[in-house]
């Protein structure tokens, strides 16, 4: 079965960094684009980083409100897909989820929650003095 795991969320100060990691299985992960996206306390769901790789080449795009600071990445020789945050500010302080897409083998990156069939259970990351 598909799975998802996040790691490496935690308290940071602002203007600090962290890296978030997922591991996936039970799918074929280089088929799939993957995102990250996040839910502040009282909010919805926000899409914030998203990456898909083909033979060719990759592309990634960003939530308006992480451009700059945030770098999604992936290594599909390992299943994994991070997202390296910098410059973190308070209101970057929410759970981040790790997705899967359900489409395969397309040059895009949906960024509406239809747009994903698995989460992982989450990371938290704090941004706090």
């Known amino acids: 079965q598909v799975t998802l795991v996040e790691s490496g969320g935690g308290l940071a100060q602002p203007g600090g960094s962290l890296n978030l990691s997922c591991r996936a299985s039970?799918?074929?992960?280089?088929?799939?684009?993957m995102s990250w996206a996040r839910q502040a306390p009282g909010k919805g769901l926000e899409w914030v980083a998203g990456v898909w790789s083909y033979s060719d080449g990759s592309g990634t795009y960003y939530a308006d409100s992480v451009k700059g600071r945030f770098t999604i990445s992936r290594d599909n020789s390992k299943n994994k897909v991070y997202l390296q945050m910098n410059s973190l500010k308070p209101e970057d302080t929410a759970l981040y989820y790790c997705g899967k897409s359900r489409t395969i083998q397309a040059r895009a990156v949906p960024t509406t929650s239809e747009g994903y069939n698995y989460w992982g259970r989450g990371a938290q990351v704090t941004v706090s003095s």
């Open positions: 039970g799918f074929t992960f280089s088929s799939h684009a």
